[in-house]
């Protein structure tokens, strides 16, 4: 049985931890206020770009681009976003058994983020490129990624490209997704990403300048920048919300074992008390 001097060490122990967990509770939910900020604000602009694209090749279905080009090979290429630090509960874990179940075994990755990275890395996968994105995202960052992965898509070396990513639900849920980036499926996207539900409208009358095939050229490439965009962005805020919950739910059993340790201090304590009280007593008898 611990005796009341290790009791005291474990109690101090554990309230020094609880200080720690709490700072970082703390510290995570002001960083996830922002990144949530971000997410939230990046879909409406995604689910307006998404409607753009999808009325273009709806109403001008002959319009054709190599991004757009569905090949029949295997070879797959995967953007894989996880985080630098850990302490954000089942993240990662849960991104790398949904990546272990969806994407092709010889497939190549790009990483951002070092754990995932570190990961395949372990399990021998071949890992192309990896990229380093600061927090808060900044679009410019993600731009160099998302040219990295078209031009390997048009250079014929990958017939497919997909991002996996943790999609930011709420504070409480983050799920995680592999979607298909190359080629482009607009419509699939849109809903991972929490967009509203895209629908063609045939009954505008567009105007195109200078014509159909030149305003897709240019808006596919911003399309393929804003998703990669939206999948950090998605994953960042997914990243300090499942921290703050982790952190907090570490602070609230710390504070549950201080009670329990204190507990045990006090019978240990009055166990001793009543102890020496009956030597006492028992002397004092025994000198009568």
Do not use: W
Not at 26 to 39: S, T
Not at 72 to 97: F, H, M, Q, W, Y
């Amino acid at each position: 049985m611990a005796n009341l001097r290790d009791i005291r060490r474990r109690i101090k122990s554990v309230k020094n931890t609880a200080q720690i967990t709490r700072a970082m509770q703390l510290v995570a939910a002001a960083k996830m206020k922002k990144a949530q900020d971000q997410a939230l604000a990046g879909r409406e602009y995604s689910s307006h770009l998404t409607q753009v694209l999808v009325d273009i090749r709806k109403n001008f279905s002959d319009e054709s681009h190599p991004l757009l080009e569905k090949r029949e090979g295997n070879r797959e290429l995967v953007l894989v976003i996880s985080t630098d630090k850990g302490l954000c509960g089942p993240l990662n874990t849960n991104l790398a058994r949904k990546l272990r179940a969806v994407a092709a075994p010889d497939a190549d990755y790009v990483t951002v983020g070092r754990k995932l990275r570190v990961l395949l890395e372990k399990l021998g996968s071949n890992i192309v490129a990896d990229f380093v994105v600061k927090d808060p995202v900044p679009f410019a960052q993600t731009r160099p990624i998302a040219k990295f992965l078209t031009e390997q898509f048009l250079s014929g070396k990958y017939d497919k490209v997909s991002i996996a990513f943790t999609n930011f639900v709420n504070t409480l849920r983050q799920e995680p997704e592999v979607v298909t980036l190359l080629p482009i499926r607009e419509q699939a996207n849109a809903e991972v990403f929490g967009a509203e539900t895209i629908t063609a409208d045939r009954g505008h009358d567009f105007t195109f300048e200078p014509n159909a095939a030149e305003v897709l050229a240019a808006i596919l490439p911003l399309y393929v920048n804003y998703e990669v965009f939206q999948a950090h962005v998605e994953s960042r805020a997914s990243e300090h919300s499942a921290r703050m919950v982790a952190m907090k739910s570490a602070t609230d059993n710390a504070k549950k074992f201080i009670k329990e340790l204190t507990l045990e201090y006090n019978k240990l304590r009055q166990g001793a008390i009543t102890a020496e009280l009956l030597e006492i007593t028992t002397a004092m008898k025994a000198m009568e």
